[in-house]
């Protein structure tokens, strides 16, 4: 079969704050081939990742995303390793390619999996899926008081775990950040496991990582996420080399390469794979055979929508010590409202994939036609881009 | 001083061949502040680095280009790196960002020059700019009598070292590598200095570059580059350990980490860095500081205007040690008529920045206005970007 059409769907709130929240826009894809059709979503800033699907091309090894796509065959997972292949060869030099490529090759997946009659994660070569451990995934709060409120909110819908990130923490004193950490803990209870995500925010001064150490250890966090930018591997060993606190990153990989430095050269416990990002869930189900014989734990990076939650689970769905799974808490009613359906924490308060073909999440057609964004790019004379007419 | 205004301007040949010739597009940046104007160019895709600097914001780590730039003060080099920062927090989770604000600070630079009456290399604390030898970039023939042919042009234009790249290379068989390799040779005679350029041909694959090391060293090649694509570090240090020709890379490098990865881990005698795609010119100049102490010879990476070149070859400007220095030699004709003026090689065959203020080049309007390209961009019912009207 060909692929035969791929139309993005840029959905936004109707106003976006300055929040680290990045549920407040999506880029929805939907490929269509033989009568199929298979949906994902890129991570992030839609219009960009649009404009690198449709721009004019460069030169041969600068062309937009979709000339490597559209009119291709797709008849099994082999072609979804090709297509990527060619993607990265014709847009090598295009940056946003990467973005833009994993929103359509979870789509493949997801179009493939119905075609076939079989969730994702049997195409990947799972025999199950084992439940995971979802984790509410918080921005901090602006206070220590609203950081405590959210823990026991957390906690009172019944999660064992709790991520806080962004907001104020790493960008005053220590002792502030210690008495947000102190907060946390208290709001979690002594036995919930407390995950902590400084979103990059001392980009690679290790000193001011190394001042937080010692409270983190404290309330004993069960992770030290993103520290440091992605790129800072020399910082990320060095800290890791100091800490007793494990590190976590990879959230920014957008190849399976730079996942792989983060496990190679970068000290850290656990490594975040976004599929919106890496290009998809081919490259995240690489890195989760690449991190597991080395004692190294995969976990998904969600922040936006079930249909992206249902995407980055697929690859490491069949590890079953690979437990923890980040599940969006809080998004924005966009997010939540992109699929009819939802991958919410059932008995034992554990997380399980559905048991259906693709991605087994149905996208809402209402939810597109009440968030949309009306887009036009044109160029040279001609229309590159218009919002599509809705899906029936 | 304020930052007034921003303006891009795409060019583009009428016609988009699928070569891998970078020069058959350009994105320009001009930057207005108190009265003076600088202009740096972007590198690639400029429909794609225009939209990542007037996208609709997706959260506060995802954030247009421009709003971390547009009204910010301008005095001295600190509020470039500053602004840089900036830019890096605000777009953090935007990929293209990187691309795009490359030409702004390269605009940046050129115009604190121009108010300060300083060359940018001077700015950047050399005290002198040392003549650098051009070696003539060039796409390998389709045929080896082309090769042959393009290299005996080049030889009587005067250029004692010349590169060849892309094109067939790699593609086929060994033996036909080995054929184009002499006619290179050939066409440059026994003293010129080869390079060889595989544009990531073969991915990560070790095997494959491999078998090209015989004739590389037979034909006596200065430099094997891009063998690979620029995250695949472990595949680069293998074949730096077999290799008697050092290995050049770095082009690819959109932050100063992944320039560091590759000299930190990757075996490359040569860090080629284009200022349009790793930040600009204050990131270049920070792998040149880091290279030259640890022996890996800087090289600019330039396939595009003159425009280009000046602002590639500033950052390695003061190391006499650093000879190399890339030169298009067969850029399309809008890439060559972006400036009114040229760097030419010169006495001895050897290139020499103007001592002009900032980047010394004058863009030359009626170039711009011959290959503009219209473009329109909207979205949630506004204008973000239309073509601006040629300065005068």
New interface residues.
Partial sequence: MKIDAVDFF?L?MPE???????S??ALLVRVASGGHAGWGEC??????S???AV?????????PVLDSVLGQTLDDIADIARIA?LV?RNS?????A??TWSGIEIALWDLLGKRLGEPVYKLLGYPKAFPKLPYASLLFGDTPEITLAKGRAMRARGFRAVKYG?GPFGQSTAKDDRDQLAAAREGLGPDGILLVDA??IW??DLEAARQRLSALDEFRAHWLEEPF??????AYKALSRESRVRLAAGE?S?????AR?LI??AGVGFIQIDTG?IGGIGPAKEIADYAAPRGITFVNHTFTSHLALAASVQPFAGLGRHELCEFPAEPKALAFEITSNHLMPGEGGLLRLAEEPGLGMTVDPRTIERYL?????????KT?YRTPHVPA
Wanted: charged share 25%.
């Fill in positions: 840029y936004s976006i704050t300055l929040e680290g929240d990045g407040q826009d991570e992030a800033s839609p219009l960009t649009i404009a690198a721009c004019p091309r460069s030169h041969g090894a600068c062309q292949k990265g090598l030099d295009l940056l946003q990467d973005h962004w979103g990059a980009l690679d930018v992605s790129g800072a591997l020399d920014g957008h190849n399976t390469f730079m430095h190679d050269h990002r964004v009306d887009v036009e790019i044109r160029a040279k004379g590159l």
